[in-house]
């Protein structure tokens, strides 16, 4: 099993930046990939990015060139830089990892909210 905390959420203005982390805890041995989904109000959980343990990375289009996703696999821990932040990306944010035996596992979700 493999137990995933969010954190770094919170209030920012538009233009501004925000760091997301995610410690990973548990079977952190098994974990492949790792990565971020987001969820607005009334809309579907949504793909953002992802990261593999050599550090092989795939973006949404929609955050390509702002968003960037790291990995420090010593702490077992990933990373979402947020920058040039809009009021469209206020939602839940959502650390998930998939094993070697392809399980996925999500976090809590932490809440970012971009408004002025």
């Known amino acids: 099993q493999v137990q995933l905390v969010e954190s770094g959420g919170g209030l920012v203005q538009p233009g501004g930046s925000l760091r997301l982390s995610c410690a990973a805890s548990?079977?952190?041995?098994?974990?492949?990939?790792m990565g971020w989904h987001r969820q607005a109000p009334g809309k579907q959980r949504e793909f953002m990015a992802t990261i593999t343990t050599s550090s092989s990375t795939n973006y949404a289009d929609s955050v390509k060139g702002r968003f960037t996703i790291s990995r420090d696999n010593a702490k077992s821990t990933v990373y979402l830089q947020m920058n040039s932040l809009k009021p469209e990306d206020t939602a839940v944010y959502y650390c998930n990892a998939v094993d070697i035996w392809h399980k996925l596992s999500w976090g809590q979700g932490t809440q970012v909210t971009v408004s002025s």
């Open positions: 548990g079977s952190i041995f098994s974990i492949n990939t």
